[in-house]
């Protein structure tokens, strides 16, 4: 390998973690404004008080999670090509005679996602998810009284 295929590939793989990580900070924005979001709709609906306009209080807290969830899928599917293309320079790398798992632990992929990234996608889902519970909670409370 020449200093200059070197260079070359080595700007590539920062490259592509540096995807990586914008995309890991895309999703965790978007797990945020969710939750703010459904909060601001919560309040809404307390402040409404009647069952009828909570309950599309509620829909529409249904339809923020819904969009966040594709926002969501849509950055993991950008994040993951980014882990196949730092794969394949670290592939090129390996057949240059640099293996990476003498300097540092390197983990395979599952299915194109490493193992810690499926759990971070689950916690973040769940959060999502959960993030309807105030609208949801605020419409029975109006139903109650």
Known sequence: MQDR?????SLLLQ???RLIAAGKVQRWDVVKWTIAV???LATASVGIGT???SIIIVLFAVLVTL???ALVYHYNRRITGALRDADRVTAYFREAGIDFSKIIPVERALGGRAPYDAEELSI???IIVLSILPALLAWLVSMAS
């Open 38 to 40: 459904n909060l601001a």
């Open 67 to 69: 969009g966040a969830g």
């Open 15 to 17: 490259d592509q973690q």
């Open 51 to 53: 069952s009828g306009a």
């Open 5 to 9: 295929d070197f260079a070359i590939a």
């Open 124 to 126: 973040l889902g769940s």
